[in-house]
């Protein structure tokens, strides 16, 4: 998997940064995707805690959705306004329906990570949920500073980030390919 982030026009994304949206395109290439279809998920956690889990996007409901070719691409819209985050997928073949969460902290403090790091790719595993984005607030230090990278880059398993980091809460989103 690889990324695409943002708009490469500097004024468009100037005006998203704004804005609080988010677009992160993922890019999904191998050999063992011809043929599979794709669910999309998101959880959200409080307090650490796994509070709700649904499904944004699932591709197992139509044979039109079937990946047809060793890659395939998708864009993910996300905006964080009036304590809700609102979430659109774009595949080449669909939009999603807009999906809205709840948020329990200004909407200014989360913002979208992937967990790329400083890797300019990612293996995934086909047939099992692979965390693919999180929307976080940052983790606070005792001097009071935060920082949202030392969340998404660490080794620490997406489910558990909420309780290593005191995060009160997140969402993260996964891909399984099937």
């Known amino acids: 998997m690889t990324n695409n982030y943002g708009s490469t026009n500097n004024d468009i994304q100037d005006l998203i940064d704004f804005e609080n949206i988010y677009i992160e395109q993922l890019n999904f290439e191998g050999i063992n995707l011809k043929n599979k279809f794709y669910q999309i998920s998101i959880e959200e956690y409080i307090d650490g805690n796994l509070k709700n889990s649904s499904i944004l996007f699932d591709g197992n409901e139509a044979d039109i959705f079937k990946i047809n070719s060793n890659e395939e691409s998708l864009k993910f819209f996300f905006k964080l306004n009036e304590n809700k985050l609102k979430i659109f997928i774009r595949g080449k073949k669909f ?6 969460f709840n948020l329990t902290n200004n909407s ?3 913002t979208l990570k992937d967990f790329f790091g400083n890797k300019k790719q990612l293996d995934l595993e ?10 976080i607030t940052p983790t606070i230090h005792e001097d009071g ?3 949202y990278c030392e969340v998404a880059q660490s080794t620490i398993q997406p489910e558990k980030l909420g309780k290593e ?3 009160p809460q997140y969402f993260i989103i996964s891909i399984t390919f099937k």
Do not use: H, P, Q, R
């Open 95 to 100: 939009g999603s329906k807009k999906s809205y």
């Open 108 to 110: 200014d403090t989360y």
């Open 165 to 167: 980091f005191k995060i």
């Open 145 to 147: 500073t935060g920082s």
């Open 126 to 135: 086909i047939g099992k949920k692979n965390a693919v984005l999180a929307i």
